[in-house]
């Protein structure tokens, strides 16, 4: 019998409809219950009508009632009274708490100004409302420096709109109709594990599935074939597919002329990229390449799923954009089940978000934009560091100087965010947080990492003690949260936290007296554009969710009418000429790839041959199955399953450093340094190695994590972060050695 079924007729449980919060393409709909005696949450289950869920949860958040009443969750404010990092808190009252935030606030923008406070928040939850609900509007009246949210996806994001317009694709749904899936630098079964049923549906029927990918990760092993492919070489496999689509007169005449432009060019552009020079960059042999884009062009329909693991590198802009041509190229749109899909964030674009965000609370003032990813150097007390943290993701934008600095940050709010964790180059922004004249205050569920070096810790709700309401980035359906239990202890939802603050700082605009249940029945009630037409609130307080008022099937760009400048897909981009880039899908090489070789021009190094151990390694450190980002990683259940932090790396690389399968490593390089486990193994290409993440500070053996050695650096596109794209050397750590880390080495992994 469903959980439902089981529930449904029991009178001493109420079952409560609500969304999973989670960074996760999938957005599930989850159903609660909870007894109704004690208040108490019971059980938790996927809503078995929504089409994309279909009933089932995945493994983290099947244990979600385990995360919100574990025993460590922040209950009561805190307040620091050791030294920044030690994690010695005291409890406060709200109050207390309150006003002493609100104070040390306006002495900051006394002495400096507004811009020295910023705002750090990520998508610990994915909700509209206690994502950036009350919290834009707290900080657009403050004038706060604003935050430009790169950590993710924006390279990808930019270089799949430049050709395709926004970040919109095929149906996740119609992934069951393709014959053939190229699953492409995605882990679907750990990272996107509603798309599988669907691609099954496809098996069923005879489709085949490819995976790409640097590592011979789970899906990789579910699907039909695994194609090898370095780190970073995305663009150069599809060019030379392209090569060989054009060249072999494969490409769908008909859909090109009516529906993309630039096609002339892109030929002339991908003559020079044939498959033998290709497989000297990715490692993937030419007749492989040339079969498998014969493949592409000739079943049909083809479909591609590409995520953002691809574009974690430093050409990763320029890489989405030229596997983005190629559904157009070979006319897969026409059909359902072809096509490609990056995120569906798009289809929601045109939800009207003023009431929520009130935009124009900032006036005439324009605060400086800082990129989130160089948080390190934002927290320099040098002016030249905090300028180089100054967004400005575009070739022509032109390059921040010291006199475009501004002010020192004096003050950080973070929430929904672990940054102490997640952020690149780790080093720096745990100097930056140890600053005794910066002033921190976390909103949290835990005594994260970041948390142990806050002045105020306040407690959060969980998505099970709040409103909120969720677009999504694997399918378009926009769904309501509703809480299912009161908050526990004194936490709060983000949302009444920034209410109070505000009221705590004199902040009086409506907005900041308006309650959650109003605010989020205003935003779906004040929706014109036909996407949402039929949404009402009434609908979603009954279902949970509501597709939105898409053609079904979607078929989006099926007769062309791509939302570009050019209502076409752009394979030539007058768009990007003049943002300072390539017109035209080209390979630009990784980063560490061009410090390898000492010459990006430079493409073949032969990873199969003995490497000395003094040669370098490019690392990617994609999630751990059973954690989410930085979230599910104090779970004991889940810190048991991944039983310690490890680090993959190939046979090749792994003989001449004498590495053995367990032995402790130390993987460091010019950033930092952490100790890691090894796991010698053949699903790791050789050059890379594999660290999945992201492992708390607290709960790794040196107190660090794979983000000492990640860079700082930015994407081609968008001003994302690197994290697949850092050099690092590997070596075995032996007793007694010289090089022995600061910190006591003893693991505290709980029950592992
Ligand atoms: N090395 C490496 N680093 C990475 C990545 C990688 O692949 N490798 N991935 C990167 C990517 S893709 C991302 S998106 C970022 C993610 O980085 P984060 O956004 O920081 O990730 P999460 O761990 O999902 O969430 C952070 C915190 O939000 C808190 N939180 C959740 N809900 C709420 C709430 O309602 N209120 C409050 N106040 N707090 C809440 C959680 O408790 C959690 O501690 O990490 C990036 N970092
Ligand atoms: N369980 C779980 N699910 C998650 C998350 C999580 O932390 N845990 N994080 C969520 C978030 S924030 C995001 S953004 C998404 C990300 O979801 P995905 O896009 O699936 O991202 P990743 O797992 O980062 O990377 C996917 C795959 O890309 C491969 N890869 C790395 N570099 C390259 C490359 O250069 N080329 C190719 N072809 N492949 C490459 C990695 O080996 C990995 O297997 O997942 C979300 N879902
Ligand atoms: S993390 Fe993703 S797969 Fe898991 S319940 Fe949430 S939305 Fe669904
Ligand atoms: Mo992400």
């Known amino acids: 019998m469903s959980k439902l079924g089981h529930y449904a007729h029991d009178p ?43 009933g089932k949860l995945c493994g983290k958040v099947d244990r979600y009632l385990e995360r919100t009443y574990h025993r460590e969750r922040l209950t009561t404010p805190l307040k620091r009274i050791g030294p920044k990092g030690s994690g010695q808190f005291a409890p406060a009252t709200w109050e207390e708490a309150l006003s002493a935030i609100a104070a040390n606030l306006q002495r900051v923008i006394a002495a400096h100004s507004p811009e020295a406070v910023l705002p750090y928040s990520y998508a610990g939850t994915m909700g509209l409302l206690q994502g950036e609900g009350v919290a834009a509007p707290f900080f657009n009246k403050m004038g706060a420096s604003r935050l430009a949210r790169t950590i993710c996806s924006e390279a990808g994001g930019e270089g799949y709109s430049y050709t395709i317009g926004a970040k919109e694709g095929m149906a996740t749904e119609d992934y069951a109709h393709a014959r053939l899936i190229l699953i492409w630098g995605s882990n679907t079964l750990t990272s996107n594990l509603h798309l599988w049923p669907f691609i099954q549906q496809a098996r069923k029927a005879g489709g085949r599935v490819i995976v790409i990918d640097p590592a011979n990760t789970r899906t990789a092993q579910a699907a039909d074939e695994w194609i090898a492919i370095r780190p970073g070489a995305d663009g150069a496999l599809a060019l030379a597919m392209m090569h060989v689509i054009i060249g072999e007169g494969l490409h769908d005449a008909d859909y090109v002329a009516r529906a993309t432009i630039g096609f002339d060019a892109l030929a002339a552009r991908v003559q020079e990229w044939t498959p033998e020079r290709a497989a000297t960059i990715t490692g993937i042999p030419a007749g492989r390449i040339r079969h498998l884009a014969r493949e592409y062009a000739t079943i049909r329909p083809a479909a591609i799923r590409i995520n953002y693991g691809l574009q974690r590198h430093y050409g990763g802009g320029m890489a989405v954009r030229a596997i983005a041509c190629l559904p157009a190229l070979v006319g897969a749109w026409r059909k359902q089940g072809g096509g490609i899909q990056l995120s569906s964030s798009g289809a929601f ?404």
């Open 12 to 54: 001493a449980i109420a079952i409560v409809t609500g969304a999973c919060p989670h960074d996760c393409p999938d957005t599930c709909s989850w159903q609660v219950a909870v007894d109704r005696a004690t208040g108490r949450a019971v059980d938790i289950w996927g809503n078995a009508d929504h089409p994309i869920t279909q």
């Open 349 to 752: 674009r045109r939800l009207n978000a003023t009431t929520l965000y009130h935009p124009e609370l900032i006036g005439d003032r324009n605060p400086r934009t800082i990129n989130m990813n160089r948080l390190g150097d934002a927290l320099s007390l040098e002016p030249a560091r905090r300028a180089r943290a100054l967004y400005h993701p575009r070739p022509v934008d032109p390059i921040p100087t010291i006199a475009d600095a501004g002010p020192p940050v004096q003050a950080l709010i973070v929430y929904n965010c672990n940054p102490a964790a997640v952020c690149p180059d780790q080093g720096a922004v745990l100097d930056g947080l140890r600053r005794a004249d910066l002033f921190t205050v976390v909103l949290e569920h835990f005594q994260t990492d970041t948390a142990d070096y806050a002045d105020y810790v306040l407690p959060a709700t969980t998505q099970l003690e709040h409103w909120d309401l969720h677009r999504a980035y694997g399918h378009t359906y926009l769904s309501l949260n509703r809480p299912a239990i009161a908050p526990l202890g004194q936490s709060l939802p983000n949302s009444e936290i920034f209410r109070r603050l505000a009221a705590a700082m004199g902040y009086d605009e409506p907005c900041f007296r308006a309650q959650d249940e109003e605010i989020l029945c205003t935003l779906v009630e004040r929706q014109r554009h036909v996407t949402y037409e039929g949404i009402t609130w009434e609908r979603l307080l009954r279902d949970g969710y509501a597709r939105l008022n898409l053609p079904d099937p979607y078929l989006p760009f099926a007769e062309g009418n791509f939302p570009t400048p050019s209502g076409k897909c752009e394979f030539y981009s007058e768009k990007m000429a003049r943002d300072g880039y390539d017109p035209l899908p080209t390979y630009v090489p990784p980063r560490w790839q061009e410090i390898e070789t000492g010459d990006s021009r430079l493409e073949t190094r032969d990873f199969s041959s003995p490497v000395s151990s003094l040669s370098s390694l490019v690392c990617i450190s994609p999630p751990a199955h059973s954690f989410l980002n930085s979230s599910f990683a104090n779970v004991d259940r889940f810190i048991r399953r991944e039983r310690q932090p490890v680090v993959q790396i190939h046979p090749v690389d792994a003989a001449p450093r004498r590495i053995g399968d367990g032995d402790r490593v130390r993987v460091w390089n010019e950033r930092g340094s952490v100790l890691l486990t090894a796991a010698v193994t053949e699903d790791i290409v050789p050059g890379a190695v594999l660290a999945p993440g992201i492992w708390w500070l607290k709960q790794s053996p040196d107190g660090r994590n794979i983000n000492q050695i990640t860079p700082q650096d930015e994407t081609d596109m968008g001003g994302s972060a690197m994290f697949y794209d850092a050099q690092v050397w590997v070596e075995v750590v032996a007793p007694g050695a010289a090089e022995q880390p600061e910190i006591d080495t003893t693991p505290v992994l709980a029950g592992a």
